[in-house]
């Protein structure tokens, strides 16, 4: 087939699955066309069957805010029409949706055998598409779409429950690539970052407030106060930098963490983590999450969204109540000291990435992709 994958370019979360499906289709011999308004941070070499289109945007003096939905409309009518894609699978709904739509106005009859695929995410819909200056939108486009996926049964649920949805959304989870992400040995690694052996705990996102940072830091904290030796690595950057760096120094734990910025390699400092913390107030699936637990990393999470269709209480790591500081500190306090335990639970937490294996995941997309062209 040739595909037309249209995404944001982001580290996190819709752009790394974006990416990682397309360059999963094209290992099958698919024919990938990535639209985004950068190049997605995991396209990173150049593969023969993967083309890269950049939404380009000129800006006139009248336009205090560039249309880049046109831009981007305008765009996606052309990649239909001169590149002959067969399927147009766009990664959440504001505004590649509403932008897939209005391209298929354009061709009229030339795209009326091309399916659109909307995949919801997550913010998208908890956040985003539930303000009110944009639930209309979000509604007609999702609607307007020939097939619907989301990321979880918790984001599909959701989706029902704000929008007026008249489409099935199918659920197709978030998957992960085993060979990449498995624990490797990195002991010259671990040794730097602890020298007198103490336990690592990390904590990966784009620091955005509904990753909690600060409650990271000060889970943390009560480890340590628990007579835990340990250091916190802190993966990744964005908003909530500034906060979580106070709250190192309110609790006077500056020593024992590092902030370590955006990462490309995170399986590798993934390899040497004895904890994974996740304590996010709004999460749909968790890749995050998911891409800890397939480095044997037990994992800490709060228990929203998605994350308990992940994330197993007391297999794969502890759920607790959103903001409960003490009860997820006592919960890593429990793995981080008891041997056996974290041997198990580490073991599960494999077992349980497992399931989300990439290649099984990627043919549900292919199959959904057939079904919707058969019902077009
Ligand atoms: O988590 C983020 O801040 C990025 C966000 C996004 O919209 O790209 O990630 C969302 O999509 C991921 C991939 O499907 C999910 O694994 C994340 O849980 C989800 N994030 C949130 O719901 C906050």
Same mark, same amino acid.
Request: charged content about 25%; proline content about 4%; glycine content about 6%.
């Given at each position: 087939?040739?595909?037309?994958?249209? !995404?944001?370019?982001?580290?996190?979360? +819709?752009?790394?699955?974006?990416?990682?499906?397309?360059?999963?289709?094209?290992?099958?011999?698919?024919?990938?066309?990535?639209?985004?308004?950068?190049?997605?941070?995991?396209?990173?070499?150049?593969?023969?069957?993967?083309?890269?289109?950049?939404?380009?945007?000129?800006?006139?003096?009248?336009?205090?805010?560039?249309?880049?939905?046109?831009?981007?409309?305008?765009?996606?009518?052309?990649?239909?029409?001169?590149?002959?894609?067969?399927?147009?699978?766009?990664?959440?709904?504001?505004?590649?949706?509403?932008?897939?739509?209005?391209?298929?106005?354009?061709?009229?009859?030339?795209?009326?055998?091309?399916?659109?695929?909307?995949?919801?995410?997550?913010?998208?819909?908890?956040?985003?598409?539930?303000?009110?200056?944009?639930?209309?939108?979000?509604?007609?486009?999702?609607?307007?779409?020939?097939?619907?996926?989301?990321? +979880?049964?918790?984001?599909?649920?959701?989706?029902?429950?704000?929008?007026?949805?008249?489409?099935?959304?199918?659920?197709?989870?978030?998957?992960?690539?085993?060979?990449?992400?498995?624990?490797?040995?990195?002991?010259?690694?671990?040794?730097?970052?602890?020298?007198?052996?103490?336990?690592?705990?990390?904590?990966?996102?784009?620091?955005?407030?509904?990753?909690?940072?600060?409650?990271?830091?000060?889970?943390?904290?009560?480890?340590?106060?628990?007579?835990?030796?340990?250091?916190?690595?802190?993966?990744?950057?964005?908003?909530?930098?500034?906060?979580?760096?106070?709250?190192?120094?309110?609790?006077?734990? !500056?020593?024992?963490?590092?902030?370590?910025?955006?990462?490309?390699?995170?399986?590798?400092?993934?390899?040497?983590?004895?904890?994974?913390?996740?304590?996010?107030?709004?999460?749909?699936?968790?890749?995050?999450?998911?891409?800890?637990?397939?480095?044997?990393?037990?994992?800490?999470?709060?228990?929203?969204?998605?994350?308990?269709?992940?994330?197993?209480?007391?297999?794969?790591?502890?759920? !607790?109540?959103?903001?409960?500081?003490?009860?997820?500190?006592?919960?890593?306090?429990?793995?981080?000291?008891?041997?056996?335990?974290?041997?198990?639970?580490? *073991?599960?937490?494999?077992?349980?990435?497992?399931?989300?294996?990439?290649?099984?995941?990627?043919?549900?997309?292919?199959?959904?992709? *057939?079904?919707?062209?058969?019902?077009?």
């Amino acid at each position: 087939m040739n595909i037309g994958i249209v !995404c944001y370019p982001t580290f996190g979360g +819709s752009g790394v699955v974006a990416t990682e499906l397309a360059k999963g289709l094209a290992e099958r011999d698919h024919n990938v066309h990535v639209l985004s308004y950068d190049r997605p941070a995991r396209l990173d070499t150049f593969r023969t069957n993967i083309s890269y289109h950049e939404v380009n945007m000129n800006t006139y003096p009248l336009f205090e805010y560039p249309p880049y939905d046109l831009a981007l409309a305008n765009q996606m009518a052309n990649l239909i029409e001169y590149e002959d894609i067969d399927v147009l699978h766009v990664h959440y709904a504001i505004p590649h949706a509403t932008s897939a739509y209005l391209a298929k106005q354009i061709l009229g009859d030339k795209a009326t055998d091309v399916p659109l695929i909307t995949t919801l995410h997550g913010t998208d819909i908890t956040i985003v598409g539930s303000d009110p200056s944009y639930k209309s939108i979000v509604d007609f486009s999702i609607n307007q779409s020939d097939g619907v996926t989301a990321v +979880s049964k918790y984001l599909r649920d959701e989706t029902y429950d704000r929008f007026d949805i008249k489409k099935e959304i199918a659920v197709i989870p978030n998957f992960i690539d085993l060979e990449r992400f498995q624990r490797s040995d990195k002991e010259h690694f671990r040794k730097a970052i602890s020298p007198d052996d103490e336990k690592i705990i990390v904590h990966v996102s784009n620091f955005r407030e509904v990753k909690r940072v600060p409650d990271v830091v000060s889970v943390f904290d009560h480890v340590l106060k628990n007579d835990i030796k340990a250091k916190l690595l802190l993966v990744g950057d964005g908003p909530d930098r500034n906060r979580a760096e106070r709250r190192c120094r309110e609790l006077g734990v !500056c020593d024992q963490v590092r902030f370590l910025g955006k990462q490309d390699q995170v399986e590798e400092v993934l390899s040497i983590a004895d904890l994974f913390l996740i304590p996010s107030g709004s999460e749909t699936f968790g890749l995050a999450a998911l891409e800890a637990m397939s480095c044997s990393v037990p994992v800490i999470s709060s228990n929203i969204g998605g994350l308990p269709e992940v994330n197993i209480h007391g297999e794969t790591g502890f759920l !607790c109540d959103l903001g409960d500081i003490d009860e997820m500190g006592q919960y890593a306090v429990d793995i981080l000291s008891d041997e056996d335990l974290h041997k198990r639970i580490a *073991k599960n937490a494999r077992k349980q990435a497992e399931k989300f294996e990439m290649s099984k995941v990627i043919t549900q997309y292919e199959e959904y992709y *057939k079904q919707c062209r058969a019902e077009i």
